[in-house]
């Protein structure tokens, strides 16, 4: 019997689902816990989210997502501070020390990626003592640089930790997203180097899937689909130290048209097979 | 008048031209040399195509592309090291000092890229003393990451300069292609690198189109057509010491839909405005 106790199911994963039948499908499959994203939990709203999954039996993993701090015009920063704001009063109400930050791209005409990016550091050193504050970790979240103009400046595993740097690893963290970052020829260095600062805060499972979608958002896959050596990196993971929750994030067209217990059964067959035999060291 | 001394044009931006009609566009249009593909010296044949491109008066700034040297099988092996002594003997006849080397991605069916990364290194090494005895530079081109299970599982240049470091710099060289690069977090610091060990054996400059075109190989576009800021790199560039070639090469359907003497006109305006002043220091 396969021990799924790190198991979460992030939210994106059944996009079209409610939060209830988030709820309801990781309950009937045996899902211990759940990453919510905001629009989910707005729709019932936050106290109501926390009671649901509580009341259920779950736990949360982390909160999905905060961040797209690179606007230049004061409006834009303003408004990106309160935004994370209200994602950290979310985070501490659903009962999860993680916030996912999404830093955002390049502004619209916008080409200037070095001020961008010290924009991103400055905005994070505004919503460090909040977070801190309220129990909430920020956690930087790289994306795969073929999001770098559109999502995430925030492209590897050693400039999140960078970026980290200034602040206590209980206040900024960094996720380590086998899709974002399997290409990373640092890979293993930066993880190790992230296990001994403290800041893995999370670790989310997901395939790169070949080829690349058409729209190359969705090119996420369920694990085994792609090209992911899963032993290999979950071994980095856990000889770094990490043993928290392990989440399993997918977007692809195919997976949210099918959602249900099966595709949710296939999730846990994976994790077992490609996953959980490396997780512990 | 902008000085067009140094821009070239890479064969694979007017794909569906044979290399005498890229070379009579050069002609015609001023632009005085070429970075042709493999497929289309082989056309005329390699001794031919010297001569065609040397009596038009045009230069050879590199022959694209050997590489792919990731077969772990020993057949494989064996092809991968065949072809690319054929392609330094084409650089050779040529006159270019400069053989691109896309070195390859996972073999079908094989996730372990720390392997498969090793064997680019054996390769390169089983490579270089005869590439050596011809005069030819073998060039390590870093691919965006978004092509590293496919094509390249070499994603930056600070990774191209590490797997170059065992080699002299007239042996071994790297690319900065603007288009895969522009997005590292490292970039200056490694190109700056790259300048100080000798290494820069060429430029190449293409947008990053946005939204990512459905073929994810397509998305290259005109210098000013996406997301690049054109200005700092070349300025990097240029700190670095580079005063090559500034090849053009750009993987776009429209654009090779439509070639002609309009196209090689709007790539010498765009070089004129977006590169060249910075080209210089």
Known sequence: MSDFSRLSLNSATTKYWTLEQVIDGCVRTGIPAIGPWRDRVAEVGTERAAKLISNAGLRVSSLC???????????????????????????????????????????AGDRDIVAARQRVADRLGELVPFATEHGVRLVLEPLHPMYAADRALL?????????????????????????????????????????????????????????????????RGIMGDGVIDFATITGWVADAGYTGDIEVEIFNQQIWDNPGDELLETIKNRYASLVLPWAKR
Chains 1, 2 share one sequence.
């Open 65 to 107: 997502r905060g961040g797209f701090l690179t606007a230049s015009d004061q409006e834009g920063r303003e408004a990106a501070v309160q935004d994370n704001r209200a994602a950290i009063l979310e985070a501490e109400i659903l009962g999860t020390g993680e916030l996912f930050l999404v830093v955002g791209g390049l502004p």
């Open 155 to 219: 492209s590897t595993l050693g400039q999140a930790l960078d970026l980290a740097a200034p602040y206590p690893a209980a206040a900024v963290g960094v996720a380590v997203d086998t899709f974002h970052v399997w290409w990373d020829p640092q890979l293993r260095e930066q993880i190790a180097r992230a296990g001994r600062e403290n800041r893995i805060a999370s670790y989310q499972v997901c395939d790169f899937n070949m080829p690349i979608a058409a729209d190359a958002l969705l090119s």
